[in-house]
């Protein structure tokens, strides 16, 4: 008679979000969602070399979600993270304003050490890999 190991497999904790939407951000992605049709899958964002302080925040509308990708859905809103943007964007909110002359998304990153003075471009630095597990 043959005895039957078992090995416990560990329970994985859940990963924490790579970005966050204010109300205001979420309520926007999804209006705009809904005027593009079943076929977008969500607004896919990701960085950028570029501008005068180095580096640019990209956005556009995704039909699928790729193998890498990382996915934050929120309030109805769905955000995919380009995977070569992830350690950029880690603890970023994503909120949306509106003024007299324009409306805009915002990111408030903690990774970002400086901006342009016209403001198309910041100065990014990546996260420490394990800086996830902090934001727990």
Not at 46 to 55: E, I, N, S, T, W
Not at 120 to 134: I, K, M, Q, R, Y
Request: charged share 25%; hydrophobic share 35%; aromatic share 6%.
């Amino acid at each position: 008679m043959t005895e039957k190991t078992t090995i416990a497999t560990p329970t994985r904790r859940p990963r924490p979000k790579v970005m966050t939407l204010t109300p205001a951000a979420a309520a926007r992605v999804r209006s705009i969602m809904a005027s593009k049709g079943p076929d977008i899958a969500g607004l896919k964002i990701g960085v950028k070399k570029g501008g005068c302080a180095g580096m640019e925040y990209t956005m556009t509308w995704a039909e699928s979600v790729d193998k890498f990708d990382e996915v934050v859905e929120q309030d109805g809103a769905r955000v995919i993270v380009d995977p070569q943007a992830v350690l950029y964007l880690l603890g970023t909110e994503m909120d949306y304003k509106t003024d007299k002359l324009s409306s805009t998304f915002v990111f408030n990153n903690p990774n970002q050490q400086s901006a342009c003075g016209c403001g198309e471009s910041v100065n990014l630095v990546p996260a420490h890999e394990d800086a996830g597990e902090a934001a727990e």
